[in-house]
T-cell receptor, first 111, second 114 residues
C-alpha cells in the first residue's frame, strides 16, 4: 500500500469554526489531491497540487483552501465550516498523472 | 466537460454468478480509465486501469474490463463473484497530461448474496 496517512480520521465540529485536515505521504510523489465523497456523487475533486507551493482548484473548491509547503504534506482548510461540508474527505497521490493512490479518509461532521 | 455515468446504483447477485458493472464516459478524446473498489469504511483501492494498448484489461481479484472507444464504455466484469466482493465500485476517467485529475462516476454497490 502507498504510504498515505490522513489526520484526523474523525472530527466533529461546529458551524463557523475553522478546520484543517492533513494528508501526509512517504512516497515522494509530485501530485496530491483532495476529494470529498458524498452519497450519489461519487468523489469530487476539491483542490490539487502539482508541486510544492503549486496548487489549483478542482470542481468543488468554494469554501476550501489548501497549502503545500513540503512535498510530503498537503493541508485542506475549511475557513468557516458549514453543514454542507459534512462529508468524507480523501487524499490521493500520484507520480506520473496516471494512477492515484488513496488515503484512508477523514469523516467530518459539522453540527 | 468530462462526465462518467455508472448505469446501475446497485447490483444484487448471487455468489458464484457472473457480474457486469457498467460505465460510460463522455469524452471523445484520448482518456485514461480506471476502476476502483471501496470496502466499507475504507479508502479506494485500484482494481484496474486502461492507459493504452490492449482493450481488454485484467485487474486484481479476478476482475477485468473492456475499453470500447466507439461506445465510450469501460464495463467491469467478473465471471464468478464471492461474498468478499461486496463493496462499492467506482469508474473514473482522466485526460492524459491534464495533471491527472480524476472524474468519478456515482458508484455502484455490488451486493453478493449467499
Amino acid at each position: 500500500d502507498a504510504g498515505i496517512t490522513q489526520s484526523p480520521r474523525h472530527k466533529v465540529t461546529e458551524t463557523g469554526t475553522p478546520v484543517t485536515l492533513r494528508c501526509h505521504q512517504t512516497e515522494n510523489h509530485r501530485y496530491m489531491y483532495w476529494y470529498r465523497q458524498d452519497p450519489g456523487h461519487g468523489l469530487r475533486l476539491i483542490h490539487y497540487s502539482y508541486g510544492v507551493k503549486d496548487t489549483d482548484k478542482g470542481e468543488v473548491s468554494d469554501g476550501y483552501s489548501v497549502s503545500r509547503s513540503k512535498t510530503e504534506d498537503f493541508l485542506l482548510t475549511l475557513e468557516s465550516a458549514t453543514s454542507s461540508q459534512t462529508s468524507v474527505y480523501f487524499c490521493a497521490i500520484s507520480e506520473a498523472q496516471e494512477t492515484q493512490y488513496f488515503g484512508p479518509g477523514t469523516r467530518l461532521l459539522v453540527l | 466537460a468530462q462526465s462518467v455515468t455508472q448505469l446501475d446504483s446497485q447490483v444484487p447477485v448471487f455468489e458464484e454468478a457472473p457480474v457486469e458493472l457498467r460505465c460510460n464516459y463522455s469524452s471523445s478524446v484520448s482518456v485514461y480509465l480506471f476502476w476502483y473498489v471501496q470496502y466499507p469504511n475504507q479508502g479506494l483501492q485500484l482494481l484496474l486501469k486502461y492507459l493504452s494498448g490492449s482493450t481488454l484489461v485484467k485487474g486484481i481479484n479476478g476482475f477485468e474490463a473492456e475499453f470500447n472507444k466507439s461506445q465510450t464504455s469501460f464495463h467491469l466484469r467478473k465471471p464468478s463473484v464471492h461474498i468478499s466482493d461486496t463493496a462499492e465500485y467506482f469508474c473514473a476517467v482522466s485526460d492524459p497530461g491534464n495533471t491527472g485529475k480524476l472524474i468519478f462516476g456515482q458508484g455502484t454497490t455490488l451486493q453478493v448474496k449467499p
